[in-house]
């Protein structure tokens, strides 16, 4: 393991469970010698990547907490659709969380959430969260809209063991086929019990985004009237949301403040 990947290892290692590292605990789960965690270690300091923690162990550094605020500032779908998430909370009128997804990669990641005042509704859903790639209303909207190719490099690559089994993905792809020519996805309790998802794509192919807009609402309070409510909000939210993104004088204007 040398160059980047080394660099990019040590940060996987994080995680909401275990936020702090040792050297020597660094070196033991990667197989590498510490003598090489410790330049690394000393490169990621200087760099801001890791800072001091206590008892000689390291947390992530600062610089991620300027690059969060920098990918706010400077993606269109952030930057354009929080504005779009609140007024569907707004509208929607019912304990709720609104979510807009986008895919980065091999991952679908969840960029931004607003939830309504009245309380009862919980869901996993939160910034920088990564979602679960064939689970779930936001996920499945934006793997309908990829092309064939692109959809079996997906499943096929490192998030592989999210994918269904082999048996399973003729049945997967014919779901996505049905979501792709309705233009939303309903799903309940994928993701999170008692949960009802409904989503709709945010695509705009000269930005290179492929994305959702969902919301998530208790399934206990869905009934088959405000679930037809709910979305038509969100398809029509969506198709706004798709619209201004595809306008370069609205970006503009974001990025400016106006």
Do not use: H
């Not at 607003?114 to 996993?124: L, P």
């Amino acid at each position: 393991m040398g160059g980047l990947s080394r660099y990019v290892a040590v940060l996987r290692l994080f995680e909401e469970k275990r936020s702090e590292w040792t050297v020597l605990e660094i070196a033991e789960a990667l197989k590498i010698p510490a003598s090489t965690v410790y330049r690394t270690v000393r490169d990621m300091l200087a760099a801001e990547f890791l800072e001091p923690a206590n008892e000689a162990r390291y947390r992530l550094g600062a610089c991620f907490i300027e690059f969060d605020r920098l990918v706010r500032v400077t993606d269109p779908l952030y930057s354009v659709g929080n504005a779009v998430l609140r007024d569907v909370v707004e509208q929607a009128r019912v304990p709720c969380v609104a979510v807009l997804a986008r895919l980065y990669d091999d991952t679908v990641m969840c960029i931004a959430d607003c939830k309504s005042a009245e309380q009862g509704v919980y869901t996993s859903y939160e910034r920088g969260r990564p979602r679960p790639l064939t689970r779930g209303a936001t996920s499945k909207v934006i793997l309908a809209q990829l092309s064939p190719r692109r959809l079996a490099k997906l499943l096929d690559s490192g998030s592989r063991k999210a994918a269904p089994p082999p048996k399973a993905e003729s049945k997967f792809r014919e779901e996505l086929a049905a979501i792709r020519k309705s233009g939303y996805s309903i799903t309940r309790g994928e993701v999170d019990r008692q949960i009802v998802g409904i989503a709709a794509p945010v695509c705009v192919p000269e930005r290179a985004l492929v994305g959702s807009l969902s919301i998530v609402v208790p399934a206990p309070s869905l009934n088959s009237a405000l679930e037809r409510r709910l979305l038509l909000l969100v398809t029509s939210s969506a198709k706004l949301l798709t619209a201004e993104l595809s306008e370069p004088s609205v970006i503009r204007a974001r990025a400016s403040g106006g």
